[in-house]
């Protein structure tokens, strides 16, 4: 039964998202793994089995962008939903533009990130390619 | 200087337009003279007729044709006869000076307004973001809590610990508020022996000029036997020059009647000294006197509204009172009283805007 969940990773250098959104993601049926840095989420096991990331636009080191971009490069093409706490309406449309899902400014409601979850799901179940793609990492 | 009797060159006739050979009299010059100046050549007639060394004067000529020149006046009493004294004197026509100064004034003013602007929205982005962080973590903790409990069977031992993440998180959102107060909470008071009048002729020193520019006649009356107080030069020298400004500032607008700035200073009973500034500018509404001194209130467009509340906070650092009152004939009037004894225990740990908030207003004021 756990295997069928998917798998949200959560990239924020803030400690109380890191502790905080599992417990939501869990609720909403979602399996989650957290990572303080880009890097981390990068060296780790999770990047070819993550159905959609929840990504921290600004970090110290890499930042948001820079992980989709080198995502992006290793062809690695997650769904991305970021969050932000630089409520800048300007960064928005250009995120969206870059492909993302969805941009929740911070504090964000469970309604607003469950829609914005579910819409990136959806992105997976319609992109067939990436999906067999992540079956074979998977395998 | 008794008979009146001017001599002028050339030059001069074709400064004031006049026809060349015409006689000059105080009479004909006042014609010329801008009637917000007028003043000027009464009292430099006076200082003149007193026997003063030294005459330097800067007024405006308005022009038949309703132009303005401006000219730089200055005059050295060379010997004195049976007559009185002969003062020889160089008139300069600085109107093309002025006019490039007053251009430089007005982008840097509009520099500073951008400055200012620019770093209150850095200020406020980087309280924003602080605060945000915190709150996500109460948004999102609250948000699972609730839902644990709506689970069938609930789930007390999760929403309990979702509920004690979120008292963390709360408590993490005061302290960066409290961070951003020792931001703002000034350095303690460098307490020495300081004569009020002393100080407040340097700060007049230091705003001449801008006084001067702004057609403000400046009347200090500061009393040279004051008692010294203990207190952080410095600081007091903020609040005077802040006074100064705000005084200058409400009667920028103000026509019809001289520009008078009265700043005094004198005894207050056996231990306090008094320093008081009056302007002839445009007051306040007397509903407002509660307002004036909160932080973020102004009056001014581009006034940020911390001077006076920094201004106050440090008065009562320094024990005494900064109150205002609005004149019987127009303007306000602005006054403080601090005590000359020991001011050891001065520091008020309450005072959260004070001196090094200031400083970074008057940094970004006189970029």
């Given at each position: ?32 793994r ?8 990068l060296?780790?096991?999770c ?9 921290d ?25 970021f ?22 400014f ?12 579910n819409?990136?799901?959806?992105v ?9 793609r ?6 | 200087?008794?008979?009146?009797e ?14 060349p ?12 003279i ?6 000027m ?13 030294d ?8 022009m038949?044709d309703?132009?303005v ?28 000076r ?34 945000s ?34 008292i ?17 909470k000034g ?16 700060v ?10 702004n057609r ?25 020059l ?7 500032d ?25 320093l ?36 106050r ?9 900064l109150?205002a ?6 303007g306000?009037t ?34």
């Amino acid at each position: 039964m756990m295997s069928q969940r998917s798998l949200v990773s959560v990239v924020d250098d803030d400690e109380s998202v890191r502790e905080s959104l599992p417990d939501l993601l869990k609720e909403f049926g979602f399996d989650a793994r957290t990572f303080s840095s880009g890097q981390e989420f990068l060296n780790s096991d999770c990047v070819g089995k993550t159905q959609c990331l929840i990504l921290d636009v600004a970090m110290p080191g890499m930042s948001g962008p820079d992980l989709q971009r080198e995502l992006k490069i290793r062809r690695q093409e997650i769904p991305i939903v970021f969050i932000t706490a630089h409520r800048d309406e300007n960064i928005r449309p250009r995120l969206l533009e870059q492909g993302a899902v969805e941009c929740l400014f911070k504090p964000f409601s469970d309604t607003a990130l469950l829609e914005a979850l579910n819409a990136a799901l959806q992105v997976n179940w319609t992109t067939g390619v990436s999906r067999r793609r992540w079956g074979n990492t998977i395998e | 200087m008794v008979n009146d009797e001017i001599t002028w060159s050339e030059q001069l006739y074709r400064i004031f337009e006049f026809e060349p050979g015409l006689r000059i009299t105080l009479e004909r010059i006042a014609t010329r003279i801008h009637p917000d100046d007028l003043h000027m050549l009464g009292e430099m007639v006076d200082r003149a007729r007193r026997g003063a060394g030294d005459l330097q004067y800067e007024h405006r000529l308005l022009m038949p044709d309703g132009s303005v020149k401006y000219l730089h006046l200055l005059a050295h009493r060379t010997r004195d006869n049976d007559a009185g004294s002969v003062y020889t004197g160089a008139v300069q026509d600085v109107t093309q000076r002025r006019h490039a100064e007053e251009a430089l004034v007005q982008a840097r003013s509009e520099l500073a307004q951008v400055a200012r602007v620019t770093s209150l929205g850095v200020l406020t982005a980087s309280i924003a973001h602080e605060v945000s962080q915190p709150l996500a973590g109460i948004v999102t903790n609250a948000s699972t809590c609730a839902r644990m409990l709506a689970a069938e069977p609930p789930n007390i031992e999760g929403a309990r610990e979702t509920a004690r993440r979120t008292i963390r998180d709360g408590n993490r959102a005061s302290e960066v508020i409290t961070r951003l107060r020792d931001l703002f909470k000034g350095k303690d008071l460098i307490v020495e022996s300081v004569d009020l009048s002393e100080i407040t002729r340097e700060v007049i020193a230091l705003t001449l000029g801008e006084l001067q520019r702004n057609r403000v006649i400046l009347r200090p009356e500061l009393d040279d036997k004051l008692p010294a107080v203990l207190a952080d030069r410095v600081q007091l020298q903020q609040v005077i020059l802040n006074l100064l400004r705000n005084a200058s500032d409400a009667m920028a607008n103000i026509e019809g009647r001289p520009r008078e700035l009265l700043i005094k200073t004198e005894p207050d009973g056996d231990e306090h000294v008094r320093l008081t500034v009056k302007d002839v500018g445009v007051g306040f509404a007397p509903q407002e006197i509660d307002k004036l001194f909160e932080a973020f209130h102004t009056t001014k467009k581009e006034g940020m509204g911390i001077g006076l509340s920094v201004s106050r906070s440090i008065i009562e650092r320094h024990h005494g009172r900064l109150s205002a009152t609005l004149n019987d004939g127009p303007g306000a009037t602005f006054s403080f009283s601090i005590p000359c004894g020991p001011a050891t225990d001065a520091v008020d740990p309450g005072a959260i805007l004070t001196a090094a908030a200031m400083d970074a207003h008057h940094v970004v004021r006189n970029l």
